[in-house]
């Protein structure tokens, strides 16, 4: 088995982390707070005492949380070391993604992009469906790894911010979906239909898939335990907005999907929720 560095322990980060390590490797992990490190090293990892410590082995993952942090951590001519591969599981721009890769590429080093689609259980259980995009022999180096983590591998080209457009795309549709969850079932509530009843229906005939179930249950039973916060929803509706300029792209809906989050993060209780609780401004009326 191989060493291989981690870089960013947030809920989907140590799932991935600790998917790798009980694969076998030894993962050599680093995150800016010490605690999620603590746990890892209790399981089996090798604790980086920096950002460059995690990035030393051949192979190295992050999954930072938004450009800043990637850019931050991973930039600089110390970190993108000749002859390492990087990947970047993250949802982030398809700019700072193009940066990266350019930096990388620049000092001899490689850079795949990788962004994974799955929450946090689905990462425990190595059944993402991950993205990649990049120099194909430097995809092909790191698919070992990949497919530990990942149920399907989708090559989507040879320039690294394709996987970050794509990523980005899928989450603008999941964000829809949220937002048809919480207008729908807003809708029958109020004239007395149980929600769990109206999501079944939904789920068992038309609309079938891992986040109208997921998410739907979630949003009837009022479950907002943030796997994915808010603010980085929020986030990714931007990275869209930004994917969608570029493209010379007038989404309709986006307009009122920015209304949407920028209500719920005015919310102390939204704001700090999971991202399917935006299902909730058309729930309470909020807008």
Same mark, same amino acid.
Request: hydrophobic share 45%; glycine share 10%; no cysteine.
């Given at each position: ?26 993962? =050599?992990? /680093?995150?800016? *707070? ?12 090798? $604790? ?5 410590? %995690?990035?030393?082995? %051949? ?31 993250? *949802? ?11 930096? &990388? ?5 490689? &850079? ?12 425990? *259980? !190595? ?5 990649? %995009? ?8 790191? +698919?070992? &790894? ?7 591998? /989708? ?7 394709? %996987? ?25 509530? $109020? ?11 939904? +789920? ?5 898939? =891992?986040? &109208? ?5 979630a949003i009837a039973a009022k479950d907002y335990t943030p796997a994915f916060k808010m603010s980085l929803g929020h986030k990714d509706l931007v990275l869209a907005r930004e994917v969608a300029d570029a493209g010379h792209v007038s989404p309709a809906t986006m307009p009122a999907l920015f209304k949407v989050f920028e209500r719920a993060l005015q919310d102390p209780e939204l704001a700090e929720s999971d991202w399917s609780g935006i ?5 309470? !009326?909020?807008?």
């Amino acid at each position: 088995m191989s060493t291989l560095g981690f870089l960013g322990l947030g809920s989907m980060g140590m799932a991935m982390a600790r998917r790798l390590l009980d694969s076998g490797h030894d993962v =050599v992990a /680093w995150n800016r *707070s010490v605690g999620p490190v603590d746990e890892l090293v209790a399981a089996g990892a090798t $604790r980086a005492k920096t950002p460059e410590e %995690a990035l030393a082995p %051949a192979v190295s993952f992050s999954m930072l949380a938004d450009d800043q942090a990637a850019e931050t951590v991973l930039g600089g001519a110390g970190r993108a070391a000749a002859g390492r591969i990087h990947v970047n599981t993250a *949802s982030i721009s398809a700019a700072a993604t193009e940066r990266l890769a350019t930096l &990388y590429a620049h000092h001899g080093a490689g &850079y795949v992009s990788a962004p994974v689609l799955g929450r946090p259980e689905v990462a425990a *259980s !190595g059944q993402l469906n991950i993205l990649t %995009a990049g120099p194909l022999d430097l995809v092909e180096a790191v +698919t070992p &790894y990949l497919t530990q983590l990942g149920k399907r591998i /989708w090559r989507l080209g040879d320039s690294a911010p394709m %996987a970050s457009v794509v990523k980005i795309a899928v989450n603008y549709n999941i964000i829809h979906a949220l937002q048809a969850l919480g207008e729908s079932i807003s809708m029958v509530e $109020r004239h007395g239909v149980d929600a769990d009843l109206f999501v079944e229906l939904l +789920t068992s005939s038309l609309f079938g898939g =891992v986040v &109208y179930e997921t998410y739907g249950a979630a949003i009837a039973a009022k479950d907002y335990t943030p796997a994915f916060k808010m603010s980085l929803g929020h986030k990714d509706l931007v990275l869209a907005r930004e994917v969608a300029d570029a493209g010379h792209v007038s989404p309709a809906t986006m307009p009122a999907l920015f209304k949407v989050f920028e209500r719920a993060l005015q919310d102390p209780e939204l704001a700090e929720s999971d991202w399917s609780g935006i299902a909730e401004v058309s729930r309470r !009326g909020l807008l």
